[in-house]
């Protein structure tokens, strides 16, 4: 069993940064990894994904603003959040799947899912 564990999250001005953490129970670079959030009442959706070559996709509304990155030492997956805004607000989850990364950043996509950690944006 594949476990994540995301840390954080925290309220930030509009404006401002905040970096994300994913610390997976499995060696990253074997798995597609990504990076979701969702708001009450609406669906996940993708914010982004590093696949087992480095590849990275953005979903449009966070393209330039956001940065997947990662310590290959530690083993830990970084989102990077700059000039946030309101918007952004959400509870984010890290998320891995043993296969090649889609394009499309659907939350079906992936398989295992930490606990997730709330950015407020205000």
């Known amino acids: 069993q594949v476990q994540l564990v995301e840390s954080g999250g925290g309220s930030v001005q509009a404006g401002g940064s905040l970096r994300l953490s994913c610390e997976p129970s499995?060696?990253?670079?074997?798995?597609?990894m990504g990076w979701l959030r969702q708001i009450p009442g609406k669906e996940r959706e993708g914010v982004g994904s590093?696949?087992?070559?480095?590849?990275?996709v953005y979903a449009d509304s966070v393209k330039g603003r956001f940065l997947i990155s990662r310590d290959a030492a530690k083993n830990i997956l970084y989102l990077q959040m700059n000039s946030l805004k309101p918007e952004d607000t959400a509870m984010y989850y890290c998320?891995?799947?043993?296969?090649?990364?889609?394009?499309?950043?659907?939350?079906?996509?992936?398989?295992?899912w930490g606990q997730g950690t709330q950015v407020t944006v205000s």
């Open positions: 998320a891995a799947a043993p296969w090649v990364c889609k394009d499309d950043l659907r939350a079906s996509d992936f398989d295992y």
């Open positions: 499995v060696t990253y670079s074997s798995y597609c």
């Open positions: 590093r696949d087992q070559d480095a590849t990275q």
